[in-house]
Nanobody
Framework: QVQLVESGGGLVQPGGSLRLSCAAD????????MGWYREAPGKEREGVSC????????YYRESVKGRFTISRDTAKNAVYLQMTSLTAEDTAVYYC?????????????????????WGQGTQVTVSS
């Protein structure tokens, strides 16, 4: 199983920015779909953004469009999430996940159980 390690979370004021990173160990997954998910207290895990094996295959949930940017570095087996204009509603534990592209990117992003490899999560707290 792929080992994923997230980093970059923390405490930020509303309107601030953070950049999350996710590094994978042991597997070259240039053709895999990679995703960022988040889980807030009392809420279900939700897909934030996913990226396919080509950078033009990207999906964002509506609430983060224009604020978040996903990218990947295939040579480093890494995926990133640049988050700007953060609000309190973005507070959550953020997870990265990776899976072969068995479905459309939107379907995979909407259905977190389709991903079998997960990181441990990184806390993002937006508060003044």
């Amino acid at each position: 199983q792929v080992q994923l390690v997230e980093s970059g979370g923390g405490l930020v004021q509303p309107g601030g920015s953070l950049r999350l990173s996710c590094a994978a160990d042991g597997t070259l997954f240039g053709s895999y779909t990679m995703g960022w998910y988040r889980e807030a207290p009392g809420k279900e895990r939700e897909g934030v953004s996913c990226i396919g094996n080509r950078d033009d295959t990207i999906y964002y949930r509506e609430s983060v469009k224009g604020r978040f940017t996903i990218s990947r570095d295939t040579a480093k087996n890494a995926v990133y999430l640049q988050m700007t204009s953060l609000t309190a509603e973005d507070t959550a534990v953020y997870y990265c996940a990776v899976e072969p592209p068995n479905y459309s990117i939107r379907h995979m992003c909407d259905m977190w159980p389709l991903f079998s490899s997960w990181g441990q999560g990184t806390q993002v707290t937006v508060s003044s």
